[in-house]
């Protein structure tokens, strides 16, 4: 006897529902798995590591046409010269979203993917500054991937951060949101992109360099024979001295950079002494050997090479560090930590600019003989939450000035 639980029609629904199942499931897992995978080989997100010879993935961001030549500069101090295939750069060029109807249509295409829109092929007539760095990338043999992110402000620094963790980037380079004036000071192009800045230190899955551009190398790209640079790297201790240090160990391998080293201590006579700020764990002893361990390490590598100098200055409060940092006006790049470690750094008085931090902000102020550019880095921290600049809010929708 025949049951007639279901008839043709319901029976003929449910196979095919079993089949677009089957054929549904089989795709999604594979998705699911190979993201699994891709956030797993995601295991380089800051500049120091013990492997110094795997490739470094910087996402290089820039305004406009007037960033491109310190930016290709910068670029080309990163890469060295005996390891072509150790650096791989993305280069993003940011854009304001706005009510024309051709930036619309781009930003369309922008957001169905939920990352920003990267032009390879057709470009408009205002992405021509994306020519330069293909036209780096073929001169220099170094892998340079240009793209265009067209967001709103409030949305931009997401963006960022989705392409840095999409293409397992260590570092982000953001340019500072005061550029120089032809009289040398700085001056505020976009205040709102200082709140971009703040944002993706706070939220980068990954290291953050603050890039203060006062014309590394020129106006123009300075091909790799004639590359002839003073990088000093100001070493107070913590993770973020750290990263500066192993940025300024990658950019010593190129022959035409001079790297100088200057290590802070306090004489010991009148450590504890000094008056000092909280900054959070500045005091971390944990941290105090890891800089001895880095340092060692560090001296070790370079003893032999002629282009290394490192040396120690023992100074015994913030006026002498800052006398000593003043006397080596000659460089032509900084590279410092946002949030050094130790009494002396502590000691410095706060800048007007905390997402440079006491010594990047000492050296951008008007009272510093130098005119050198300046890169600031932020250690990725394991996704600890970061929140060192509330002040920077309630300045961060004012109008340009």
Aim: aromatic share 6%; with cysteine.
């Amino acid at each position: 006897m025949h049951l007639q639980v279901l008839n043709d029609e319901t029976f003929a629904i449910m196979v095919l529902m079993a089949l677009v199942t089957t054929f549904m499931t089989t795709p999604l897992v594979m998705a699911a798995y190979k993201r699994k995978a891709k956030i797993s080989d995601y295991k380089y997100k800051t500049v120091e590591r013990k492997n110094a010879d795997s490739q470094l993935r910087i996402l290089a961001c820039f305004h406009g046409a007037r960033n491109i030549p310190s930016v290709i500069n910068l670029i080309e101090a990163s890469r060295g010269i005996k390891k072509h295939d150790t650096l791989c750069v993305y280069a993003m060029h940011l854009k304001e979203f706005s009510e024309r109807s051709s930036s619309i249509l781009m930003v369309q295409k922008v957001r169905k993917n939920g990352l920003p829109f990267w032009n390879k092929g057709h470009r408009a007539d205002s992405d021509h500054v994306i020519v330069a760095f293909e036209a780096y990338q073929t001169l220099s043999q170094v892998c340079v991937r240009p793209m265009v992110a067209i967001s709103s402000m409030a949305n931009i620094h997401e963006d960022i951060c989705a392409t840095a963790e999409s293409k397992r980037a260590a570092v982000i380079i953001l340019p500072f949101h005061k550029q120089q004036r032809l009289d040398g000071s700085l001056d505020i192009t976009r205040n709102d992109f200082r709140f971009v800045n703040k944002r993706v230190l706070e939220l980068a899955p990954c290291s953050v360099g603050i890039f203060v551009d006062r014309g590394l190398g020129g106006t123009c790209h300075v091909s790799a024979s004639n590359v002839s640079y003073c990088v000093a790297v100001l070493f107070f201790g913590g993770g973020d001295d750290r990263e500066a240090l192993a940025y300024g160990a990658r950019m010593a391998e190129h022959p035409g950079i001079r790297l100088v080293v200057i290590r802070f201590l306090v004489e010991s006579n009148i450590l504890g002494e000094i008056t000092s700020v909280d900054v959070g764990d500045s005091s971390s002893g944990k941290s105090i050997s890891e800089d001895e361990e880095f340092l060692a390490e560090f001296k070790l590598k370079t003893v032999s090479d002629d282009s290394v100098i490192y040396e120690e200055k023992i100074v015994k409060d913030a006026a002498e560090t800052i006398a000593t940092i003043h006397e080596f006006k000659s460089c032509n790049l900084f590279l410092v930590g946002l949030r050094p470690t130790g009494e002396l750094a502590c000691a410095l008085e706060r800048s007007e600019c905390p997402e440079l931090g006491p010594v990047g902000g000492l050296l951008v102020s008007q009272d510093c003989p130098t005119t050198a550019s300046v890169l600031v880095m932020q250690q990725y921290r394991n996704g600890v939450p970061i929140n060192f600049v509330p002040e920077m809010e309630e300045h961060s929708h004012e109008g340009d000035t």
